[in-house]
């Protein structure tokens, strides 16, 4: 009924940039929180930025004064600029909607965590 699909990640050489995006499709009435994830290889999936739909943004420590979270809520989309990129940011990232209100046939229905499929980001050094 609904998709997040992300795009924009590929190889970047260490200091480099990369901007991410993730357009949720389907008949979207509204989308709550969203938010970009990482997961490195072995490693848990952590938290990289969220943006609420008015605006407000949170960071994990390692991306601050770095990445970039911003959103259009006229298109459902959400993105993520990231600047000076470092071999340690390389993962795959998820986009993630806190929740998402959309129709279902003639009916407002709700889907809560959900997820894209993710991208991969490789900075080489």
């Known amino acids: 009924q609904v998709q997040l699909v992300e795009s924009g990640g590929g190889l970047v050489q260490a200091g480099g940039s990369l901007r991410l995006s993730c357009a949720a499709s389907?008949?979207?009435?509204?989308?709550?929180?969203m938010g970009w994830y990482r997961q490195a290889p072995g490693k848990q999936r952590e938290l990289v930025a969220t943006i609420t739909r008015g605006g407000s943004t949170n960071y994990a420590d390692s991306v601050k004064g770095r990445f970039t979270i911003s959103r259009d809520n006229a298109k459902n989309t959400v993105y993520l600029q990231m600047n000076s990129l470092k071999p340690e940011d390389t993962a795959v990232f998820y986009c993630?909607?806190?929740?998402?209100?959309?129709?279902?046939?003639?009916?407002?229905?709700?889907?809560?965590?959900?997820w894209g499929q993710g991208t991969q980001v490789t900075v080489s050094s």
């Open positions: 993630n909607a806190d929740r998402i209100t959309y129709y279902s046939g003639s009916m407002p229905s709700n889907e809560y965590d959900y």
């Open positions: 389907g008949r979207i009435i509204s989308i709550g929180v």
